[in-house]
């Protein structure tokens, strides 16, 4: 069974750019979460996509946004990007019929803003 | 809301000696609990995890967590450290009410040096 997989690895871009970060769960899967892993602040939650929704957002400006695809593959945006979005950005996935909340993570995007 | 605490934010242990990683959460539902390991520059793998079953659950490589609800406490041990164990590790929370689930709320985290 092929696992979280994410996209670009590194992204580097400037400060008021947009970055754009892919993520494909595990066939099977429906629940897409985002989370973002920057120095010092720890892993943080940013976004949960179910069938298609927005589920659920943590504590983050309404410039990070993102959607999810019929084939439950899932987008995160940044816009206007800001030197403190530099972080590891995890995607992670889980099937929720099963009753589970173990979530499987993809190997994350490291955004460097410059 | 649910908070978690992990208390070391550095454990130093030699190898072949015990290791014992301490953490303690907070949650209005019954929780479930994990715990992760990540390795430098790799994504977040699961241990083990809780899930209102047997209070003590056995993950991979050896590790096991004691779910002790009088103390809300859910620490990780291992018998003997290896080398291969050195990583960072979260103690994760997940609430399993309404627009909470599955969003999971992680620990500072635990770095684990494993000397030779």
């Known amino acids: 069974e092929a696992g979280v997989t994410q996209s670009p690895t590194h992204l580097i871009k400037t400060r008021g750019q947009q970055a754009t970060l892919r993520c494909s769960p595990i066939s099977g899967h429906t629940s897409v979460y985002w989370y973002q892993q920057a120095l010092g602040l720890g892993l943080q939650f940013l976004l949960w996509?179910?069938?298609?929704?927005?589920?659920n957002r943590g504590n983050f400006p309404p410039r990070f946004s993102g959607r999810q695809f019929p084939n439950y593959s899932s987008e995160l945006n940044v816009n206007a990007l800001e030197l403190e979005d530099s972080a590891l950005y995890l995607c992670a996935s889980i099937r929720r019929t099963s009753g589970s909340y173990e979530q499987y993570f993809g190997p994350g995007t490291r955004l460097t803003v410059t | 809301a649910q908070s978690v605490t992990q208390l070391d934010s550095h454990v130093s242990v030699s190898e072949g000696t015990p290791v014992l990683l301490r953490c303690n959460y907070s949650s209005s539902y019954s929780p479930s609990l994990f715990w992760y390991v990540q390795h430098p520059n790799k994504g977040l793998q699961l241990l083990l995890k809780?899930?209102?079953?047997?209070?003590l659950v056995k993950g991979i490589n050896g590790f096991e967590a004691e779910f002790k609800k009088s103390e809300t406490s859910f620490h990780l041990t291992k018998p003997s450290a290896h080398m291969s164990d050195a990583a960072e590790y979260f103690c994760?929370?997940?609430?399993?009410?309404?627009?909470?689930?599955?969003?999971?709320?992680f620990g500072q985290g635990t770095i684990l040096t494993v000397h030779p």
């Open positions: 994760v929370v997940s609430d399993a009410g309404g627009t909470s689930y599955g969003k999971l709320t």
């Open positions: 996509y179910d069938e298609g929704e927005e589920r």
């Open positions: 809780y899930t209102s079953a047997a209070t």
